[in-house]
């Protein structure tokens, strides 16, 4: 389990903020602006999401503030999000 809570992610590569292999993670109050598709490496998982939840996670998501990441918020291989109730 983890709490992803006020962090302020800009200008990376790839993928912001990550919820991966199993995971159960609460995703709330963070900022993530500008990630970058990292296309040089082929991957699929790493095409600018600013919050990716992967194989079998399962992220909840609160108010976060996205912007200007082409990958939006998304899960892949297994994975779920849900909205903070």
Avoid: Q, W
Avoid at 23 to 32: G, T
Avoid at 50 to 65: E, M, P
Wanted: aromatic share 4%.
């Amino acid at each position: 389990m983890a709490v992803v809570e006020g962090n302020d992610v800009s200008d990376s590569l790839g993928v912001g903020i990550f919820c991966g292999d199993y995971s159960e993670c609460e995703i709330d109050d963070n900022s993530v602006d500008g990630i970058r598709p990292d296309d040089a490496s082929g991957d699929k998982t790493r095409m600018g999401f600013a919050i990716l939840a992967h194989y079998g996670a399962k992220a909840v998501i609160g108010a976060n503030h996205v912007s200007n990441s082409p990958g939006g918020t998304d899960a892949l291989l297994g994975a779920e999000i849900s909205a903070e109730k």
